[in-house]
């Protein structure tokens, strides 16, 4: 495709439930990263996959996150058991390898109420 | 971990005139410093970045700067325009084989009053 593709564009989850995040890189794409980004702030980073391996899920703020890319494209981003606190802008992004630009997609804006 | 701090939050310039962003960094093994531009509702674009081994780039009317010694690197856009208007993020990171993780600072909303 022409860029990363992200949905849901919006999701909304009562508290306690589990989410499912999608990603589609940039085709060709071999390094893929997730940031969460709140309101009014810059994104965070949460976790990098190079191909379909898990190399730093440093960022990942708890046990209820889990992230996958079983054949190295696309990647799901998992919350469960959902809390406000999980409210944010959830953004994929992709590089052709380790030392090229990084480009993003629109973003997941998650609610928990 | 790396840090990166940028002022102003905020920057409201006239049309024509040029605005200037500036970031500061913490670890000075950091060697890739890119710039991202976000509108309301999408995502960070590229805009232009700087390498460690270069302490100067110029891309029509945005140019970045680099100096490694101080730990900061500014953003410069000349003749702005409204279009120009959004919220501008510096980030830092270190090129290595494990992946180019972004450490991003908060942010400076841009606005370009006509």
């Known amino acids: 495709g022409a860029g990363v593709s992200q949905s849901p564009r919006y999701k909304v989850a009562k508290r306690g439930q589990d989410v499912a995040l999608r990603c589609d890189p940039i085709s060709g794409h071999v390094s893929l990263f997730w940031y969460q980004q709140a309101l009014g702030q810059g994104p965070e980073f949460l976790t990098y996959?190079?191909?379909?391996?898990?190399?730093?899920k440093s960022g990942l703020p708890s046990d209820r996150f889990f992230a996958e890319r079983p054949e190295g494209s696309v990647s799901t981003l998992k919350i469960q058991r959902t809390q406000q606190e999980d409210s944010a802008v959830y953004l994929c992004?992709?590089?052709?390898?380790?030392?090229?630009?990084?480009?993003f997609g629109s973003g997941t804006q998650l609610s928990v109420l | 971990g790396e840090n990166v701090e940028q002022h102003p939050s905020t920057l409201s310039v006239q049309e024509g005139d040029s605005a200037v962003i500036k970031c500061t960094y913490s670890?000075?093994?950091?060697?890739?410093f890119p710039w991202y531009k976000q509108e309301l509702g999408k995502g960070p674009q590229l805009i232009i970045d700087i390498r460690s081994n270069v302490g100067e780039k110029k891309d029509q009317r945005i140019a970045v700067t680099l100096n490694k010694t101080a730990k900061h690197f500014s953003l410069h856009i000349t003749e702005t325009q409204p279009e120009d208007s959004a919220v501008y993020f510096c980030?830092?990171?270190?090129?290595?084989?494990?992946?180019?993780?972004?450490?991003f600072g908060g942010g400076t909303r841009v606005l370009v009053k006509p």
């Open positions: 980030a830092a990171s270190l090129f290595k084989a494990a992946g180019n993780k972004l450490t």
């Open positions: 670890d000075s093994a950091s060697n890739y």
């Open positions: 996959f190079q191909n379909e391996a898990q190399l730093d």
């Open positions: 992004a992709s590089s052709s390898d380790s030392l090229s630009g990084v480009f």
